[in-house]
């Protein structure tokens, strides 16, 4: 595929989190554009730190259930206030600039308000400036439905324009401009002995971001592999792209050198663990119950059943904890006609999960994270597997314990995992 002489730059929260810093990154795509003279520059950025956060708290003191097209309209203003600031930096700095809002951009979306999908950028607009040698400075997370309301894509999303827009636009490169250097082996401000890693792939990265990685969305990292977008994670405060020192590439599965056994540990706190007790144990009581969940579009993650004694079962199940509320209710009304006992939550949870292409090739990855657990005296609640995955489900007090004792095992000496089938 050709690709346009174009980069998009994304810088995060952090990195645009006060004026001072708005400058900084104002001084960065200066600089790129008077070292990259021919190439299209185009900014995507989120809002300040904590800005959208403080809106949410804004919304929930004035009502108790927002409605979700005024909060879509609400958490927008918090990216419409750091475009306008850069795309102002750079006029003063010699360099032209405007900034866009998603309607202006024509980044449209489904109407799902708060979590919406984006359908198809029109990117006229964006090359309008291009092509007169300016920098549009977009926003990010923002879209707009057909019927013109404004949406937003969802926690994080503002990744999702930036990788959305660089395929749209055949940008040579999206560069994800973050508060740490890459992406590491697992968050790096929670164990100290996290490494930088040069590439990862696409997979990788989809199964670490939906695992809790959150220094690039999912739904990004989808779009770069479906449209081949060439991607960078780096960090704004550390200079420029300097592989190994400032930056991880997302690359396809064939562009990597080597396929280590682990390449990152994750972990969630956002999960609940939902327990219907002492269930008759008929499959039609199984299939009830999670059509009644399905029918209220409640995501289920982890399963698992164990017997009490006789046909009766305790069936143990985790949903995003937003969703517990809705579960729970649900539940309850089904208990009387399944003759369960009753139904339980428990919150202070986490979900510590191990990611690997090798894993694919391996075996033994289980046994050993399961004996490294045990050594930590750590009780395995749950358990999830996927082809290049493993996921547990532990006390929440044990999460930081279960982190840093499954990434000191797993990327020390990788070749000591007992049974290899290559
Ligand atoms: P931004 O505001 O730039 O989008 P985010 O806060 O969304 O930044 O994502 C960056 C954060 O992701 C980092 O500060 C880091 O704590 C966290 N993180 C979690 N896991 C990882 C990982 N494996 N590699 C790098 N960062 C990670
Ligand atoms: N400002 C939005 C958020 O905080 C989007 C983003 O930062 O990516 O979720
Ligand atoms: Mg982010």
New binding site residues.
Partial sequence: MSRSPIVVM??????VGDVARVRGVADIVARYRNEHPGVGVVVVL?AM?GETNRLVSLAKECVDRPSPRELDVLLATGEQVTIALLAMRLQQLGVQSKSLLAPQARISTDSRHTNAQIEQIDCTAVEEVIARGGVPVVAGFQGIAESGDITTLGR?G??ITAVALAAALRAETCF?????P?????????CRE?KL?ERVSHEEMLE?ASL??????TRSVYFAMRYSVPLV?LS?FEGPFRPGRNG?WIVSEEELMEKPVVT???HRLDEAQITIEALPDAIDAMARLFDALSERDVYIDMISQESVGGDVINVSLTVPDDQSIVALETIRALIPDLQANGVAVERDIAKVSVVGIGMRYHTGVAARGFRCLARENIDVQMINTSEIKLSVLVARKYCDAAVRALHAEFTGDLSAVESSNP
């Fill in positions: 994304k810088f995060g929260g952090t990195s989120s730190a994080g503002s990744d994800i401009y973050t508060d740490v890459g992406v590491f082996s697992t968050d790096p401000r929670m996290a890693l670490m809790g990685a959150k220094v690039l969305h994670v704004t991880t990152g540990v994750t």
